[in-house]
């Protein structure tokens, strides 16, 4: 019997998540018995050799265990709130703990900014390729995501000739992410400082800095948005899922830098929301506090083992007939270009074909953006060098095999 099917929101149905979607068919093969090796996740508990620092481990069973187990304050355990602050300041703006808010990821805190900014007609402008969740989101609130160019030719940096020309007064927020997810490339202070001088010329406009992966910058480069900022107002995003190595906790933050007082009824808006989801995990901000206020000396060697990765899939790279990649300056991914036609016109099909016959997962670079992220795939490079290295013969050969 056929029944009726009860409608799905438009919204709902619009959304895709390449890095997840492409999961569907590499676990249809697992079930078959093959083992599939995943480069598509950026998840470094998901790879050996990574694991959540010990005393932030310990930090977190103890609050289970001593009860802390309750509800905590909408925006933030204070102690966590004002430990954050303290780091923000480090990186060169005056955080107060009030500034600080803590959100289930910077996933969450994406949706309270886009409830709190956006209304139907709005634009985000966002780097293209982008990270899936800046398209997806706005749109929940009938605004619309306007991609500008990172320059393909140019370690994808940012193309201020493009931002300027799709600026306007509908432009709400204009994205940076740095270092960057999918590309990796990484914004030193002349790029920030153009990017301001832009957004300064819009009254309207918000600056969201995501700086989730600033503690894996290869170049030394890296300068936080809102330490540039003396004017126009930014948010700061960053949290415990990347260089703190807990995605699984869900726990990021919202820093409002508002140098000249104009987010007063938009930080009213956001702590409304805040309010009414009640609060983020309580044993979780408190794992967090202790990879905060403890000793980080341990975090240059998990960046460390990632460059030597990095550098072992430039070296590869640079050998294999069919793929090209620009350097990439921090975070742990790499877009890497299809140079044979077929694929390059064709990059989901390289992604389905190449985890089929090769039982290698990574994302098609369509899924970051059909027009500028296409001819490319995004390779996750946590693993370890042999499994990388294995990676790279399979890749070679499945392009040698279908150049035939
Ligand atoms: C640029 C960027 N922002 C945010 C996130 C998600 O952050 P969270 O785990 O804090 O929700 C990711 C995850 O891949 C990301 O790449």
Known sequence: MVRN???????????EYAIRDVVVPATKLESEGHEIIKLNIGDPIAYPGLPTPKHMVDAYVKALQTGNNGYSPSYGIPELRASIAQDERRKGWSASQDDIYVCHGVTEALQIIFAATLEEGDIVLAPGPHYPPYLAYPQM????????????DNAWALDFDDIEAKMSDDVKL????????????VAG???IFRLLAIARKWPNCIVIADEIYDGLDFTGEHTSVASL???VPVFVLNGVSKVFYAPGWRIGYLG?????RRLDLV?????RLLRSRLCASTPAQLGYLAGLDSDRTWMNSYAKKIARQRD????RIKSIEGLEVQSTGGAFYMFIKLTDEKWFNNDKEFVLQLLHEEHVLVVHGSGFSPELGAGHFRLVYLADLDILNEVFDRIDRFLTKHRQ
Do not use: M, W
Not at 141 to 152: D, M, N, V
Not at 267 to 271: H, L
Not at 312 to 315: E, P, R, S, Y
């Open 5 to 15: 099917q009860i409608p799905v929101s438009k919204r709902a149905a619009s959304i």
């Open 141 to 152: 609130f009938g605004a619309e995501t306007l991609e500008y160019k990172l320059r393909p």
């Open 174 to 185: 204009l994205v940076l992410i740095n270092p960057n997810n999918p590309c990796g490339a």
């Open 189 to 191: 202070k002349d790029d």
């Open 229 to 231: 900022s003396p004017d």
């Open 256 to 260: 409002i830098h508002d140098p000249k």
């Open 267 to 271: 930080r009213d808006g956001i702590e």
């Open 312 to 315: 072992l899939c430039v070296d």
